[in-house]
């Protein structure tokens, strides 16, 4: 009788090998989610096929990663190059998933493992799907709410509970993610009302708030605020010097495409928003949180002196 040598999933190369695998066929299946989904198409049918000319891709041409490196970003059928994005988004769900892997192992935080997977997928697609549409489907925010709020009663750990509940443990988990999804979908639904009202044209999508709903469910209201804040800073530190970069270019040339990146022009507020989710939920939270306590106790401290 053969037996099965189980040690070897404990090895940490195996595990990051498994989690930089499944990350790129997932990355893989968030394309297609990205491509039909704004388009109305189904995910399973037909199956992938050229975009241009509609020729059915092999399996061996349809390889995350390696098929778009292998044919340099350009169709086998035909003459279509194949978007980068296709190649950004299986990298970077393998890097997230290889670090979610090496984070959790197989069994050690199964709960988080789950709920990662969940979360990270979710926001790739919504990176993925406003940065080309500047639309974000409900089916990822509100759906996606809804999935952060089961999560959280099923696994209490998420949001710093005990990892063997109690059913009031689930309450208070379900609670907590509950009221992380209204106070950081209503702070930046009035942070973009106030911003309409002075710069009298729309500041935030409806999408983005619903977004942020979805954010909160997961991360508490504390990563909701920081997601804010910090979705602020990267679309500043991302977007303000290719603004200033497009205004001195757009003096030297006056034959400038109308959709080129400028001054009022509208840029998706998603994907920064998705990326601070991202940080936060895989790495920050620990600081984060300490801050907003050390907040709080000074406030309570404070009061409490009056």
């Known amino acids: 009788m053969i037996e099965l040598n189980w040690d070897i999933f404990e090895d940490p190369v195996i595990i990051l090998i498994s989690g930089l695998a499944l990350g790129a066929i997932v990355g893989s299946f968030l394309n297609v989610c990205i491509s039909r989904?704004?388009?109305?198409?189904?995910?399973?049918?037909?199956?992938?096929?050229?975009?241009?000319?509609?020729?059915?891709?092999?399996?061996?041409?349809?390889?995350?990663?390696?098929?778009?490196?292998a044919l340099k970003g350009k169709a086998k059928?035909?003459?279509?190059?194949?978007?980068?994005?296709?190649?950004?988004?299986?990298l970077f769900t393998a890097l997230l998933f290889g670090f979610i892997f090496m984070k959790t192992g197989y069994t050690t935080d199964l709960p988080f493992l789950i709920s990662a997977v969940f979360f990270v997928s979710v926001v790739i697609i919504v990176i993925g799907i406003d940065f080309?549409?500047?639309?974000?489907?409900?089916?990822?925010?509100?759906?996606?709410?809804?999935?952060?709020?089961?999560?959280?009663?099923?696994f209490p750990s998420l949001h710093g509970l005990s990892?063997?509940?109690?059913?009031?443990?689930?309450?208070?988990?379900?609670?907590?993610?509950?009221?992380?999804?209204?106070?950081?979908?209503?702070?930046?639904?009035?942070?973009?009302?106030?911003?309409?009202?002075?710069?009298?044209?729309?500041?935030?999508?409806?999408?983005d708030v619903k977004l942020l709903g979805f954010v909160g469910a997961f991360c508490g209201w504390q990563g909701g605020l920081f997601v804010i804040f910090g979705g602020a800073l990267l679309g500043t530190v991302v977007l303000f010097p290719i603004m200033i970069i497009t205004k001195f270019l757009k003096k030297s040339n006056t034959n400038q495409e109308p959709d080129q990146l400028g001054w009022g022009m509208e840029v998706p507020f998603g994907p920064f928003l998705g990326l601070a989710g991202l940080?936060?939920?895989?790495g920050l939270q620990v600081f984060v949180d300490d801050w907003f306590e050390g907040i709080i106790s000074n406030f309570i401290f404070v009061f409490s002196t009056l």
Do not use: H
Not at 77 to 90: A, F, G, H, S, T
Not at 133 to 141: A, C, G, V, Y
Not at 144 to 154: E, P, T
């Open 163 to 207: 990892e063997e509940p109690i059913m009031i443990e689930r309450m208070s988990s379900a609670f907590t993610s509950l009221t992380g999804l209204l106070i950081s979908s209503g702070t930046l639904y009035w942070i973009g009302a106030v911003a309409e009202r002075l710069m009298n044209k729309e500041a935030l999508g409806q999408g």
């Open 37 to 69: 989904i704004p388009a109305r198409k189904s995910i399973v049918l037909p199956s992938s096929s050229c975009p241009k000319c509609g020729t059915p891709i092999s399996w061996f041409y349809n390889i995350p990663i390696f098929s778009w490196v």
């Open 132 to 154: 080309e549409t500047m639309t974000i489907p409900d089916r990822f925010s509100i759906g996606g709410a809804f999935g952060g709020l089961a999560l959280s009663f099923c």
């Open 279 to 282: 940080f936060y939920f895989l």
């Open 77 to 90: 059928c035909c003459d279509y190059k194949l978007p980068i994005r296709y190649l950004l988004v299986e």
